[in-house]
């Protein structure tokens, strides 16, 4: 499976900021997600990163509050923009479309808390 | 969409023992079922897999089985060890081919505890 990383692994901010997550593959990936972990919670997909196109996100979620970068096939970035304390979560990403086309691979995830 | 129910919420056993977790799911297009397994501070690790055309897949203490027609999935872990302690989410997706293609619905996961 592709090694995946994170950065940063973990942050503190002040509401009304916002903060960029990078996820980093080893290899060439088709699919590319991000999930959102809120606090003791299960995973919701926040949006599919697409690469030389705009993310394609779930309900709930808009691009002017996450907004989603996917320069090329082993790159992402998301942005939690305008902060607020219920942004506190585990954002992690994922990445897919490998020889088993469905089988998803998980990030080590970031943590954020936001005061 | 799809709708996917985790049970139980926790789950302690004695090492050693088995411990069974299942999931129900809502929308019988979906052909993918993944459970990951979540240590304290890590990403979801993938331990196993099963598709729509296969009833049951084992691998060494683990293994899944998949009823299509009751819409339900569980795993299965015997000879439990203190290292299987952790956070295990089922999910379910429709897989490839799909407009849902990637999204996984997962459930609420259950929290299990291996005591020595």
């Known amino acids: 499976s592709a090694v995946i990383s994170q950065k940063p692994s973990r942050d503190i901010c002040q509401r009304g900021t916002s903060l960029t997550i990078q996820c980093q593959v080893d290899s060439q990936v088709t699919m590319m997600f991000w999930y959102r972990q809120q606090p003791g919670q299960s995973l919701t997909l926040i949006a599919t990163?697409?690469?030389?196109?705009?993310?394609?996100?779930e309900s709930g979620f808009v691009i002017d509050k996450f907004p989603i970068s996917r320069p090329n096939l082993t790159f992402s970035t998301l942005t939690v923009s305008n902060m607020s304390p219920e942004d506190s979560s585990i954002y992690l990403c994922?990445?897919?479309?490998?020889?088993?086309?469905?089988?998803?691979?998980f990030g080590p995830g970031t943590r954020l808390l936001v005061l | 969409g799809e709708n996917v129910e985790q049970h139980p919420s926790t789950l302690s056993v004695q090492e050693g023992d088995s411990a069974v977790i299942k999931c129900t799911y809502s929308d019988s297009a979906s052909n993918y079922f993944p459970w990951y397994k979540q240590e304290l501070g890590k990403g979801p690790q993938l331990i196993i897999d099963i598709r729509s055309n296969v009833g049951e897949k084992k691998d060494q203490r683990i293994a899944v089985t998949l009823n299509k027609t009751a819409k339900h999935f569980s795993l299965h872990i015997t000879e439990t060890q203190p290292e299987d302690s952790a956070v295990y989410f089922c999910a379910a997706t429709l897989g490839a081919g799909g407009t849902s293609y990637g999204k996984l619905t997962f459930g609420q996961g259950t929290i299990l505890t291996v005591h020595p």
């Open positions: 990163a697409n690469q030389g196109s705009e993310a394609t996100y």
């Open positions: 994922s990445v897919g479309g490998g020889t088993s086309r469905e089988t998803q691979y």
